[in-house]
């Protein structure tokens, strides 16, 4: 009896052991000298480039609020996490950090102070970015304004809401990692992948999340649903979601620098993504990270959609009639769209995904593209939230998945009842 | 509203006036496409490359004079000072003013196209209906004309007039009139002033005056504001030496963009 309690007890240090070691792997000493005063401005300017290829503002600002000083509140299935203030108040914000700390925090996940990190904080993708790049964004930070906003504390469910139930999380999914590195890639496909798996952090919203909100493999891009926002991040290895191996270079450089190209428009959340960070992306950066994109491998699969379940005659002909009513105008009455204008409806990707959040919240919110310095005065879509009922809503989305050459499943009446919501008073 | 059998031609004619090469090869690439699907002949969205054809998701609810909705009154936008209509959108777009739909929508947006946006509406000019008749008693509707055209010294509320000009039509660049608005809709907005919700660029004026007014000002003011008709001449006036003390915020001009 007392061997075994003995033998539990050894048993449980040694776990401990193990999650406190995976947890601090790989970290050296943080010995860093005071910040210097005035940075060098070369790396200042790199830094707020590099800043922009992270979207870091997108999240550490809150509506209205000053640019970095966080504060935006971000749900997830646990709860809501508060974005930090970034700006270089000694108080409230990085004033104090110093370059090692702000790589740890990068790199390791672990803050000034040596707490860990939420990974809502995309530091999984950001463990790939190197030194001189943290410095670069460090050093660029530190000439914001300093604001005075404290930090708003985050309100997650027990056991969430626990540095251990952190830790556990991290000995599970968490290392941390270095520079993507394929020597039989070009060069080009390397500063991609780079890109797109470090600052570009485009997994954390474009790869599946299990339970425990972690990505199953953060390199694999084939497509996750956005917690809490109901919108689904396609595919980027389906040729039938975004894939893009099959699109030109240009195309693809196209729609991340103006947000819209020949065969795809971005909305939603990808729409923040275009207009905050990718336009800004330099010509040869554009290049590497559509090169990369290209070469993504295609799954056939992607989510198949629900191709045998028919529609019935009745909704169908209600969606026909609610189609010629409200969208023909704009998308055309065989789905053709306008080029340049409004997107072709029959053969559209986005129209055929398995998951049809995207396809919801468009009809229900409206939306436009996104308005960048290459496309500065995008074509807008209404809003159908208040004059369409759920049924309405269902039925013009199994009408337009199935007409035209469309094959894709219909979409049931609770599904959009769930998405609805959040218009707002 | 369908022009069939036309959808190469227009596309082209567009594409070579508007001069946007990429515009061009799109038009070009879904022409051919379709040609080759033998879809020609199918009707074809009237469509014009215009601010009025950009806009129809503002148009949609707020209709061309204002509309009743669901869920409130979406206000007229035609011939409201463009300054006046691109604080607004500033305004939901920052949180100043709270409702989800609007923040959405100008979410993607830039301050240079939220300001061409409100240019365009400003620059409308649509016939005002003219005011439904007023069912509030002679007294209360007495009590709204004293505070719009006088004020009230005792409680240090300004008059209307002072601000959204004699007329009461809106003054360039930034303050909207008042007429041909339904009552309800006044009525809500004082109401969401006098409550937070809604706010505007600091100094925010028009709050503490909300708050200054009591319940029974703001229903006369609402009734006597929406009982009015619109004088001939209904455009805002110009810029003009201010009568008031009052200090109003707005939003500075987005760099680059357009001038109102």
Redesign the interface.
């Known amino acids: 009896m007392k061997k075994t309690v003995i033998a539990v007890l050894l048993g449980i240090l040694a776990l401990l052991a193990l999650v406190m070691f995976l947890n601090l792997r790989g970290e050296s000493d943080i010995h860093d000298a005071p910040p210097p005063a005035s940075p060098a401005g070369n790396a200042v300017a790199r830094g707020a480039y590099l800043v922009r290829v992270g979207n870091c503002m997108g999240c550490h600002t ?3 609020g000053a640019a970095f000083a966080g504060g935006r509140a971000i749900d997830t299935p646990f709860g809501t996490i508060y974005s930090t203030n970034l700006t270089p108040h000694r108080t409230t914000g990085l004033g104090e950090w110093t370059p090692s700390d702000f790589w740890r925090a990068l790199h390791h996940g672990r803050a000034r102070d040596g707490s860990l990190l939420y990974p809502a904080f995309p530091y999984p993708d950001y463990t790939h970015v190197t030194r001189a790049d943290a410095d670069a964004m460090h050093a660029y930070l530190r000439t914001l304004p300093a604001i005075d906003r404290t930090n708003t504390a985050h309100r997650l469910r027990w056991p969430y809401s626990t540095q251990a139930a952190l830790a556990v999380w991290r000995a599970l999914y968490f290392a941390p990692g270095a520079p993507p590195q394929d020597t039989a890639r070009s060069a080009e496909w390397n500063r991609g992948a780079y890109l797109v798996r470090g600052l570009g952090h485009c997994g954390a919203c474009h790869s599946p999340r299990n339970a425990l909100g972690a990505t199953s493999d953060m390199m694999d891009l084939s497509g996750g649903v956005i917690p809490m926002q109901n919108w689904y991040a396609p595919s980027l290895s389906s040729p039938a979601e975004a894939g893009v191996a099959d699109w030109e270079l240009p195309q693809i450089e ?1 729609l991340l620098r103006t ?1 819209v190209a ?1 065969r795809g428009t971005v ?1 939603g959340p990808m ?2 993504v275009v ?1 905050q960070s990718t336009q800004y992306l330099s010509p040869p950066d554009l290049r590497a990270m559509s090169v990369f994109l290209k070469s993504l491998p295609q799954a056939s699969t992607g989510t198949a959609p629900a191709a045998t379940a028919r529609v019935a005659p009745a909704v169908a002909e209600r969606g026909a009639r609610l189609y010629g009513e409200r969208c ?7 789905g ?6 409004y997107p ?1 409806l029959a053969g559209n990707r986005a129209v055929n995904l398995g998951v049809t959040a995207n396809l919801v919240q468009v009809v229900l ?8 310095q290459g496309h ?8 159908f ?2 004059v369409l009922s759920d049924a309405d809503v269902a039925a013009l989305l199994s009408y337009v998945r199935s007409a035209w050459g469309n094959q894709a499943g219909p979409v049931d009446e609770l599904t959009v009842s769930r998405q609805r919501g ?4 | 509203m369908y022009a069939p059998g036309r959808t190469c031609r227009v596309g082209r004619a567009r594409a070579s006036r508007s001069g946007g090469i990429v515009l061009q090869i799109l038009k070009r690439y879904f022409c051919s496409l379709f040609a080759t699907a033998a879809l020609a002949a199918m009707a074809a969205p009237a469509f014009e490359d215009s601010m009025a054809q950009r806009v129809m998701a503002c148009t949609a609810c707020h209709g061309p004079s204002g509309r009743a909705g669901p869920d409130g009154y979406y206000p007229r936008l035609a011939g409201k000072p463009a300054g006046y209509l691109y604080n607004q959108l500033l305004n939901f777009h920052e949180g100043r003013r709270r409702y989800g739909l609007m923040a959405g929508l100008l979410d993607p947006l830039s301050n240079a196209y939220m300001m061409e946006i409100a240019e365009h509406f400003a620059s409308l000019d649509v016939p005002y209906p003219p005011p439904s008749p007023s069912r509030a008693p002679a007294a209360v509707l007495e009590r709204g004309r004293q505070l719009a055209v006088d004020g009230d010294a005792a409680t240090k509320v300004p008059a209307c007039v002072s601000c959204h000009g004699p007329a009461l039509t809106g003054v360039l660049p930034a303050a909207p009139g008042l007429l041909g608005l339904p009552r309800d809709y006044i009525n809500a907005q004082l109401g969401a002033w006098r409550g937070g919700q809604r706010r505007a660029h600091e100094p925010d004026c028009m709050g503490p005056i909300a708050r200054q007014l009591t319940p029974g000002d703001v229903t006369a003011v609402a009734a006597w504001l929406a009982s009015q008709p619109l004088p001939a001449h209904a455009k805002p006036a110009a810029a003009q030496a201010r009568t008031s003390t009052v200090q109003c915020g707005t939003a500075p001009l987005p760099a680059g963009g357009p001038r109102p």
């Open positions: 809150e509506r209205g196209a947000g020949v909305l729409a923040e207009l023909a105008q704009c998308h055309g009455e065989r053709q769209g306008i080029a340049g204008a072709a919110n409206g939306g436009f593209a996104p308005a960048t500065p005065r995008p074509f807008g879509m209404p809003p939230a208040l959040g218009t707002g008073s």
